[in-house]
């Protein structure tokens, strides 16, 4: 046999093996893992799901639910609950408590899954303005959601808060708007906004 034939069969071999490991792999389109309700991994293919992990950082994030256009504060992974910026602590609050609310602040509703034990956790937090930044999908344009839905439905196309108060007023806060590409803006704590929360990283 000519050493061309040789080279010939051992590419043919080479590109079936390839195809049938491809084949044989399950599709995982990101670095994205669904969770279930006690934190364990579940199918890519899991048609429902509590959280999702982000093997890249580490973080674990909620996911909403019911988005149907009415609040339901009873149930603080609901999509379409809004809330006011609050942090009661003076060492992260940038000198300012924000706008405090009966169940509709951002303290009331990592407080309600924390004592819920939301997903088996009670470390639970309203993420930085760079751990949102994370999540957020650039090739998706306007009008989004500016983020990955086939892990994250029932996102909003619309400013969600993050922990970080904005630093030339106190009034402020930072927050990420997923309805564009990349746009980090800042809100009156007053204003009501949505929330995502998140856990743990590296």
């Not at 093996?17 to 969770?35: E, G, H, R």
């Not at 973080?59 to 019911?66: D, G, P, Q, R």
Request: hydrophobic share 30%; glycine share 10%; proline share 5%.
């Amino acid at each position: 046999m000519k050493i061309k034939e040789l080279r010939g069969i051992i590419g043919s071999l080479t590109l079936m093996l390839f195809v049938m490991l491809t084949w044989s792999m399950p599709a995982q389109a990101s670095n994205y893992i669904k969770l279930d309700g006690s934190g364990k991994d579940l199918h890519v293919s899991a048609a429902s799901w509590a959280m999702v992990r982000d093997a890249a950082t580490g973080l674990i994030w909620e996911v909403k639910t019911n988005k149907d256009g009415i609040a339901d504060y009873s149930n603080p992974n609901d999509a379409d609950n809004t809330y006011t910026w609050y942090d009661s602590n003076p060492a992260t609050n940038g000198g300012n408590p924000g706008t405090p609310g009966n169940g509709t602040d951002t303290g009331d509703f990592i407080n309600a899954l924390n004592k819920n034990r939301f997903g088996g956790y009670s470390d639970w937090r309203i993420p930085t303005i760079k751990e949102l930044e994370s999540i957020l999908n650039d090739d998706v344009p306007h009008p989004g959601p500016t983020i990955n839905i086939t892990y994250f439905p029932n996102t909003q196309t619309s400013f969600y808060w993050s922990s970080n108060p904005y630093e030339s007023h106190k009034l402020f806060a930072w927050g990420m708007n997923f309805g564009y590409e990349d746009v980090k803006c800042k809100s009156g704590r007053c204003k009501s906004g949505y929330v995502r929360a998140v856990r743990g990283g590296r």
